[in-house]
């Protein structure tokens, strides 16, 4: 509520944060407060998204780690700093230098992805 407050969001970025939020709470299996989390216990979480090249090619994790990384970091930022304003907000302890990944690829649509004639021609219809 408190981040509904602070910015204009939409449903769909609320239920992303909340669903983050609840898979990081779940991947600690004790029963630890957010205030009692760890560097260590937020990297592990993080870590849990990273996969080999032979288990996804195209690097799309990448994409799912960042997303991921945006909602923990704010969420943290928050919980820390609940009286600075969004901008001014350090990154706490717990978060420091965890940091987005680029992607390899400059696109993730392979030449194969795109609609060939005959596809047009049936959307068209």
Do not use: C
Not at 45 to 68: C, G, L, Q, T, V
């Amino acid at each position: 509520m408190a981040l509904a407050t602070e910015m204009k969001m939409s449903d769909n970025h609320r239920q992303s944060i909340l669903n983050t939020m609840i898979t990081l709470a779940k991947s600690i299996s004790k029963n630890k407060g957010f205030k009692d989390f760890t560097r260590a216990d937020n990297v592990a979480y993080m870590n849990h998204f990273k996969k080999d090249d032979s288990e996804d090619p195209k690097h799309r994790w990448i994409s799912i780690y960042n997303a991921n990384l945006v909602n923990v970091i704010k969420f943290f930022r928050w919980l820390y700093y609940p009286d600075i304003g969004p901008k001014e907000r350090p990154r706490p302890a717990v978060v420091q230098d965890l940091t987005r990944f680029k992607r390899k690829e400059i696109s993730g649509y392979d030449p194969s992805d795109m609609w060939n004639a005959e596809d047009n021609r049936i959307f068209l219809r």
